[in-house]
């Protein structure tokens, strides 16, 4: 009886099968890894980061769920980030940051104050918490010669915020919300 397929068949199917599969596990993995991107700059308050990357993510798959849930949102709150706070508080170095089991109110109270100490009263944090859930967030950090921006991005990260930088104040939203 002869044999239905040869060694040399069994590799040809073999390959035919394994080749395409290579192909789709390398887009899907740069699928994830632009969308792990997205959603990373998303909760860090970098909106506009984050609606490049998760496009792409589109452009290669435009029924990525995840992905146009998060899209979604962004554009539901699309309000531009107010750059000129951003570099305000850029500019204010904070000499040393130390708090301990504070909540995230507390913690935002001192930083407030402690601006104002470091910009010779120019520049004052105000910030709003939407969710007073999020504000009893419990905050352990110490930092030292930090920018306040970079500081409030700490605080929202320790405390799964996300940041919006409006025009005259910095919100910090559940990540839910």
Not at 72 to 96: E, F, G, T, W
Not at 101 to 108: D, H, I, N, P, V
Not at 114 to 132: D, E, L, Q, T
């Amino acid at each position: 009886m002869k044999p239905i397929f040869t060694c040399a068949d069994a590799r040809l199917l073999l390959a035919c099968v394994l080749i395409p599969t290579a192909a789709i596990s390398a887009a899907d993995s740069e699928i994830q890894t632009l969308f792990n991107q997205g959603r990373e700059a998303y909760y860090k308050g970098q909106i506009e980061q984050a609606r490049q990357l998760l496009s792409q993510v589109l452009t290669l798959n435009p029924k990525h769920f995840e992905t146009r849930a998060i899209l979604a949102s962004i554009n539901a709150n699309d309000k531009p980030d107010d750059a000129s706070l951003r570099k305000q508080y850029a500019s204010v170095i904070i000499p040393k940051f130390d708090v301990a089991e504070a909540t995230l109110s507390e913690s935002l109270q001192a930083l407030s104050i402690m601006a104002g100490n470091a910009s010779g009263g120019k520049v004052k944090g105000n910030f709003i918490v939407r969710n007073p859930e999020l504000g009893k967030t419990p905050i352990t950090l110490s930092m030292s010669n930090v920018p306040m921006d970079e500081l409030l991005r700490y605080l929202a990260e320790m405390s799964k915020a996300r940041l919006a930088w409006d025009k005259h104040a910095v919100v910090f939203n559940g990540i839910a919300d």
